[in-house]
């Protein structure tokens, strides 16, 4: 007799080792991340998806807030072949209900060949199969969550001040904090604001930059961001990552589309469209830009050629699918936020130079 149960869309249910008990639901979805398993927990993005981690053992190097990427974990429950009793001291202490002891090659292989689906889980001395059922049968799809952006953003405005003299509007629609911090490093003063921001909350910073955050969901249901898009397109330079690709793209003429089981993990090649290079990043998406609308594509996945990274420089527009902040993963795209930074109008340069040489 088990004490975990994990009921699949598929009609399947799966036993397991119940580590973290409790009751829940969401999106099952899997990383094949081998490092960062604390960066990847805290990333906002996973709101109400159950996070499978493909590498089999997750804890090997302990559990440290500073590597964290938000202020708790997001993912509704963690499944690996094995985590260590500190991870789950973690996952039990933010009530995150957690399993091992399961085939997680299973797992997997039933999301690639059938895409991200439901799952209902159930850990704990009283777990049966059925009561697994109901949690599915509670599951909402994704874009289903149509205010998910007010679960994880920021409610307050908060400024991270710089040492240079450009400022950036970052829309935190479930922002990993390395994205801040690489903006603040190059220094950019950044005001973070909440999803749902105003075109006047903008306005009132006259900002350099204005830049769309990761953040979990749907794209489309984000209409607050598309409406800020639209009402600064040519104004303000536009900078996004992930769903703020997304965001941008889409609020731009083009549209977005649901992935069958999206890319996660910390080595997906992306080929520039100019330069040739091809570059290692970090991912985690579901969705993706079907049709880029008024943008051009600069970069693409080189394993299902969907946009990585997309541009107008008529619009002063960059943005990325992927995840130049890395944390985790590698370090290749971080001069993604230079070429942000050099979006900025000119007389910031010049204002900089003085202070440089004071
Ligand atoms: N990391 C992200 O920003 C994810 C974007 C969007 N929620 C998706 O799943 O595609």
């Given at each position: 007799m088990s004490d975990a149960y994990l009921a699949l869309e598929d009609g399947r249910v799966v036993e397991a080792r119940g580590r973290v008990p409790g009751r829940t639901r969401g999106e099952l979805v899997f990383?094949?991340?081998?490092?960062?398993?604390?960066?990847?927990?805290?990333?906002?993005?996973?709101?109400?998806?159950?996070?499978?981690?493909?590498?089999?053992?997750?804890?090997?190097y302990g559990v440290r807030a500073e590597r964290?990427?938000?202020?708790?974990?997001?993912?509704?429950?963690?499944?690996?072949?094995?985590?260590?009793?500190?991870?789950?001291?973690?996952l039990a202490e933010?009530?995150?209900?957690?399993?091992?002891?399961?085939?997680?090659?299973?797992?997997?292989?039933?999301?690639?060949?059938?895409?991200?689906?439901?799952?209902?889980?159930?850990?704990?001395?009283?777990?049966?199969?059925?009561?697994?059922?109901?949690?599915?049968?509670?599951?909402k799809g994704m874009s289903e969550h149509t205010d998910i952006g007010a679960q994880v953003t920021t409610t307050e405005p908060v400024t991270y001040e710089g040492d240079g003299d450009t400022t950036v509007a970052l829309v935190d629609c479930g922002a990993?904090?390395?994205i801040a911090e690489s903006l603040v490093a190059r220094g950019a003063t950044v005001h973070v604001l909440p999803y749902d921001a105003t075109e006047a909350d903008v306005?009132?910073?006259?900002?350099?930059?204005?830049?769309?955050?990761?953040?979990?969901?749907?794209?489309?249901?984000?209409?607050?961001?598309h409406d800020l898009v639209e009402a600064f397109a040519g104004e303000v330079p536009l900078a996004g990552i992930c769903l703020g690709q997304q965001i941008i793209a889409s609020a731009l003429g083009g549209t977005t589309e649901k992935m069958a089981f999206g890319h996660r993990g910390v080595n997906q090649p992306v080929r520039d469209l100019d330069s040739g290079k091809v570059i290692m990043t970090t991912q985690n998406?579901?969705?993706?830009?079907?049709?880029?609308?008024?943008?051009?594509?600069?970069?693409?996945?080189?394993?299902?050629?969907?946009?990585?990274?997309?541009?107008?420089?008529?619009?002063?527009?960059?943005?990325?699918?992927?995840?130049?902040?890395?944390?985790?993963?590698?370090?290749?795209?971080?001069?993604?936020?230079?070429?942000?930074?050099?979006?900025?109008?000119a007389g910031n340069e010049k204002t900089r130079k003085v202070v440089a040489s004071d």
């Open positions: 990383t094949t991340a081998y490092t960062g398993y604390e960066e990847s927990l805290t990333d906002p993005s996973y709101e109400e998806q159950v996070l499978t981690f493909s590498y089999p053992l997750i804890g090997n964290f990427e938000s202020d708790r974990i997001h993912p509704r429950a963690a499944v690996a072949r094995e985590f260590t009793d500190e991870v789950v001291e973690w933010e009530g995150v209900p957690a399993v091992d002891h399961i085939d997680t090659r299973d797992i997997v292989t039933s999301v690639r060949e059938q895409g991200a689906m439901k799952v209902g889980i159930v850990v704990g001395d009283d777990a049966t199969p059925e009561a697994a059922k109901e949690e599915l049968a509670k599951c990993k904090k390395s306005s009132a910073l006259s900002p350099d930059i204005l830049f769309i955050s990761n953040g979990p969901g749907d794209p489309e249901n984000y209409t607050a961001t998406h579901g969705y993706t830009v079907a049709e880029p609308g008024t943008l051009d594509v600069t970069q693409v996945n080189v394993n299902d050629g969907t946009a990585e990274g997309l541009a107008s420089t008529d619009l002063n527009v960059i943005t990325r699918q992927y995840h130049p902040e890395a944390h985790p993963g590698p370090h290749d795209s971080l001069g993604f936020f230079d070429d942000v930074l050099a979006m900025a109008p």
